[in-house]
């Protein structure tokens, strides 16, 4: 049972309900400001990925794939400074943005002291096993009997 990621959803939702008790006319803006914050923020760590394995594959540590994105790594940067735009944009409604930083702030707070308190208890070794267990499981394409072939099909 991931009881990490329920607590979280749990908090997350009680959260919610304190924002709906506090400042119930502006809840459902600050919750949505704090989504948009959310989506900006999981987008602006995927493309600053990508910077760095563009950087990467042209000092030749990576090798790129077929499929590219036109015009990196400037797209990638312009994406980057509009999302932070947008997020820093709301600093500028005193009645509703403000707070919602405020808020996101406190919410990064509670996610980085709840870290702090469960990293010691984290293996990350354990991740390594289960791929390896998975991979030795899966058959290959070498030692597969092939689909097509009638003594496979019973």
């Given at each position: 049972m991931p009881a990490g990621g329920i607590t979280i959803t749990a908090s997350l939702g009680l959260?919610?309900?304190?924002?709906?008790?506090?400042?119930p006319?502006?809840?459902?803006?600050?919750?949505?400001?704090?989504?948009?914050?959310?989506?900006?923020?999981?987008?602006?760590?995927?493309?600053?990925?990508h910077i760095l394995f563009v950087r990467k594959a042209r000092r030749?540590?990576?090798?790129?794939?077929?499929?590219?994105?036109?015009?990196?790594?400037?797209?990638?940067?312009v994406a980057v400074v509009f999302l932070l735009t947008v997020i820093v944009s709301m600093w500028f409604d005193p009645s509703v943005g403000r707070r919602t930083i405020y808020m996101f702030l406190v919410v990064v707070a509670l996610l980085v002291i709840g870290w702090f308190a469960v990293r010691n208890?984290?293996?990350?070794?354990?991740?390594?096993?289960?791929?390896d267990e998975d991979d030795a499981a899966s058959p290959s394409s070498d030692t597969s009997p092939s689909s097509s072939d009638p003594a496979s099909r019973k």
């Open positions: 959260i919610g309900v304190l924002i709906n008790y506090v400042y006319s502006d809840a459902f803006e600050i919750v949505m400001n704090l989504a948009g914050i959310g989506i900006a923020g999981t987008w602006i760590s995927i493309l600053v990925s030749g540590e990576l090798e790129r794939p077929d499929f590219q994105l036109r015009g990196a790594p400037v797209t990638n940067v208890r984290i293996n990350g070794a354990l991740l390594d096993t289960i791929l």
